[in-house]
């Protein structure tokens, strides 16, 4: 998998860090870096919560044929 920069522009833009990402999503912040850098894909649970609290469409994480530009294009 690729890093996921539309997700890390997105946490950067909310002035967010991966810790404080991780402790609203209910996760520990090692794996909110793999989900972050690509390593790993996340639950549909998990996609939700991160979704919810930087306020962008959940199945993103799952669009493979999803577009860095059509990412962007929908977490404005």
């Not at 991160?50 to 404005?76: D, G, P, R, T, Y």
């Amino acid at each position: 998998m690729e890093q996921r920069t539309w997700l890390l522009d997105k946490r950067n833009e909310l002035k967010m860090t991966q810790e404080e990402v991780a402790k609203l999503a209910e996760i520990q912040r090692p794996y909110y870096t793999q989900i972050e850098s690509g390593v790993r894909r996340p639950s549909v649970n998990v996609a939700k919560k991160i979704a919810a609290i930087m306020n962008f469409n959940w199945v993103l994480f799952f669009e493979s044929n999803c577009s860095e530009k059509l990412q962007k294009e929908n977490l404005a």
